[in-house]
């Protein structure tokens, strides 16, 4: 960390006069521009907040006797590392055992954050699945003319791109650019995918740019492959958003925070009813699961996916304005008036008769809700 710290100082030097140059140069009226400067400031921002949780990680192990003997006891544990996962990609016996020793653990860990929100796949295929097909996409590269070695490494070099899109190191492991090769090759050859969507972080936009001129260049013209971006997460103060220690937010701490926030709010309410609490404990769980989760959802949903927004938990679980919390209290309440009504919803549905719209708000209602499929037809096309 201490010895890529310059390094990483120096691009933010780097983008910080890039950003220079383009407001003094360019049209600040138009929007690309703006757009350009936008996710500039977000970049630097990001990385200036890495720079200064590393410096603080730096100087809390300076001042720890116990870290600080370690790290001077082993200053090449970095190095060791990346020997020991080029040894896991030649297939070394004793990381493969212990690769499959961790793996399930890890498969695991990762399920359970999708059985919370609800996520399912219809086949899912691991990184490690490519892994005996990577050796021959570099041939194919080196066979095509693309690939050639640089430094003792094997990369791509594509016109247009300033950084090389390197497939082999120089310890000869292999890198995410390879396997994401490989993804496309099995995709288009095994799948018969036209399209390819890929939802990363807008930060690695120079990756999938490379990626793709890379595959068109290796012969793959036909498939549509897209990079869904999306922005930073921040906090209330601007900057990304991060733990009282500096590091980033985990998504399972922060769902269960949501969720106990939801039961607070909950719990009080259901307290201060006149003629006391109506839930049972359980009942509280599961409403407060329910708002918990989805306000989450909703409030990272809701926004513009390529810009950063703002994470703000008072606003994300009211009952008013546009949040998950109020679409559900709004439907709950339409649930009250069905039953009140003892209007069956499921005989409602299957009722051929024609509606009688006969109040100008029922009409505009009526006319945005037949806009769903529309909706949904643009968002597949659009991803967004």
């Not at 950003?19 to 360019?26: G, I």
């Not at 640089?150 to 990369?155: E, F, H, K, R, T």
């Not at 003892?342 to 037949?370: G, H, P």
Request: net charge negative; with cysteine; aromatic share 8%.
């Amino acid at each position: 960390t201490k010895k890529t710290l310059p390094q990483r100082e120096n691009d933010i030097e780097q983008l910080e006069a890039k950003l220079k140059s383009l407001e003094s140069s360019a049209d600040q009226t138009d929007k690309k521009i703006q757009k350009q400067e936008k996710k500039l400031k977000s970049d630097i921002a990001e990385r200036k907040s890495d720079v200064r949780s590393m410096q603080e990680k730096l100087t809390e192990l300076e001042q720890n006797e116990d870290l600080h003997s370690k790290a001077v006891a082993f200053p090449d544990i970095a190095r060791q590392a990346r020997d020991e996962t080029a040894n896991l990609h030649a297939g070394d016996a004793e990381n493969l055992a212990l690769w499959n020793q961790f793996l399930p653990a890890c498969l695991e860990a990762i399920q359970n954050v999708y059985d919370r929100l609800d996520i399912h796949f219809d086949m899912s295929l691991g990184e490690s699945y490519y892994h005996p097909m990577l050796a021959d996409v570099v041939e194919s590269l080196k066979q095509k003319g693309l690939a050639k070695e640089s430094q003792g490494a094997i990369c791509v070099f594509i016109d247009g791109f300033k950084a090389p899109f390197i497939v082999q190191k120089q310890d000869g492991a292999f890198t995410y650019a390879t396997t994401d090769l490989a993804t496309i090759k099995y995709r288009a050859e095994e799948l018969k995918a036209d399209r390819v969507l890929y939802v990363v972080d807008s930060r690695q936009s120079e990756h999938f740019q490379l990626l793709f001129a890379t595959v068109n260049e290796w012969g793959f013209q036909n498939l549509e492959l897209q990079h869904v971006s999306f922005g930073s997460v921040l906090g209330k103060d601007g900057k990304p958003l991060k733990t009282r220690a500096g590091d980033n937010v985990g998504l399972e701490s922060l769902l269960d925070e949501s969720i106990q926030r939801a039961y607070a709010i909950i719990a009080e309410n259901d307290d201060a009813k006149p003629e006391g609490p109506e839930l049972s404990e359980d009942r509280r769980q599961e409403i407060a699961k329910i708002i918990g989760l989805g306000g989450i959802k909703y409030a990272d949903l809701k926004h513009n996916r390529d810009s950063d927004y703002m994470f703000d938990w008072d606003k994300m679980l009211a009952n008013r304005g546009d949040t998950a919390t109020y679409m559900q209290y709004a439907y709950a309440r339409v649930c009250g008036i069905f039953r009140k009504g003892e209007i069956d919803r499921v005989t409602l549905r299957e009722n051929q008769s024609a509606l009688k719209l006969q109040d100008e708000t029922e009409r505009a209602l009526a006319l945005q809700i037949n806009r769903y499929s529309e909706t949904l037809e643009s968002v597949a096309i659009e991803a967004r």
